[in-house]
């Protein structure tokens, strides 16, 4: 019997340190799934906000044949991704009393612009004191690449007799109006900025015949 009870007695303790342990590793367990979660919610967000900040304004948009106007991109109480974009580009974009943005990443063909392609813009704008047409989003210039022309403005594009014009995007050069493709290759995103315009307080006045057409004349094989 007393044997018995010595090795009781040596058990108990062993038992006790075995149901310690197990708590002690449930804790941990729970504690590191705590963790886990919380890193990978963290990732999650930062990637989801780096994927809605790094093109375009989320949210907002009218669409206007090819291009979409964001009457609200510069608006005081613009949404927290549209001042996140903004903050993103080191931009000051238009306020509301100022003019209107509009942007393009397609043709009047709805296919995406491609800067190994030739595009004809041209046609009209709406009523404006002055408006300028850019590529957006250009980011840093190739290595070896050339300073160009990144873009237009309403006083220096040439006009034919009637007023209108035409401004070609190109990667090569091209007669008149031209805008070289900011890229050998790969998407491209154009910027058109009306400046003191009716066309701000009613987008929806705006249709197709208003903006500049959008025509792809081919692309290199």
């Given at each position: 019997?007393?044997?018995?009870?010595?090795?009781a007695?040596?058990?108990?303790p062993?038992?006790?340190?075995?149901?310690?342990?197990r708590?002690?590793?449930?804790?941990?367990?729970?504690?590191?799934?705590?963790?886990?979660?919380?890193?990978?919610?963290g990732?999650?967000?930062?990637?989801?906000?780096?994927?809605?900040?790094?093109?375009?304004?989320?949210?907002?948009?009218?669409?206007?044949?090819?291009?979409?106007?964001?009457?609200?991109?510069?608006?005081?109480?613009?949404?927290?991704?549209?001042r996140?974009?903004?903050?993103?580009?080191?931009?000051?974009?238009?306020a509301?009393g100022?003019?209107?943005?509009?942007?393009?990443?397609?043709?009047?063909?709805?296919?995406?612009?491609?800067?190994?392609?030739?595009?004809?813009?041209?046609?009209?704008?709406?009523?404006?004191?002055?408006?300028?047409?850019?590529?957006?989003?250009r980011?840093?210039?190739?290595?070896g690449r050339?300073?160009?022309?990144?873009?237009?403005?309403?006083?220096?594009?040439?006009?034919?007799?009637?007023?209108?014009?035409?401004?070609?995007?190109?990667?090569?050069?091209?007669?008149?109006?031209w805008?070289?493709?900011?890229?050998?290759?790969?998407?491209?995103?154009?910027?058109?900025?009306?400046?003191?315009?009716?066309?701000?307080?009613?987008?929806?006045?705006?249709?197709?015949?208003?903006?500049?057409?959008?025509?792809?004349?081919?692309?290199?094989?």
């Amino acid at each position: 019997m007393s044997g018995s009870h010595a090795a009781a007695s040596e058990t108990a303790p062993r038992r006790g340190v075995i149901r310690f342990v197990r708590r002690l590793w449930r804790k941990s367990s729970i504690a590191g799934l705590a963790v886990y979660a919380l890193a990978l919610g963290g990732a999650l967000g930062l990637a989801s906000a780096d994927w809605a900040t790094s093109g375009g304004y989320p949210f907002g948009g009218v669409q206007v044949g090819a291009w979409t106007a964001w009457p609200r991109a510069g608006a005081a109480n613009a949404d927290p991704y549209t001042r996140a974009v903004n903050a993103r580009r080191g931009e000051i974009p238009l306020a509301v009393g100022e003019g209107l943005l509009l942007t393009a990443a397609v043709d009047d063909a709805g296919q995406a612009l491609d800067a190994t392609c030739t595009y004809r813009i041209g046609g009209g704008t709406p009523p404006a004191r002055a408006w300028t047409i850019t590529v957006a989003g250009r980011g840093p210039r190739e290595p070896g690449r050339p300073i160009l022309r990144e873009g237009f403005t309403s006083t220096e594009v040439l006009r034919s007799a009637d007023g209108r014009f035409a401004v070609m995007l190109a990667p090569d050069v091209q007669p008149g109006n031209w805008l070289p493709s900011p890229r050998a290759s790969g998407p491209v995103r154009l910027a058109l900025r009306l400046y003191d315009t009716p066309a701000a307080a009613s987008v929806g006045s705006l249709d197709r015949a208003s903006v500049p057409a959008i025509t792809r004349l081919g692309c290199a094989s």
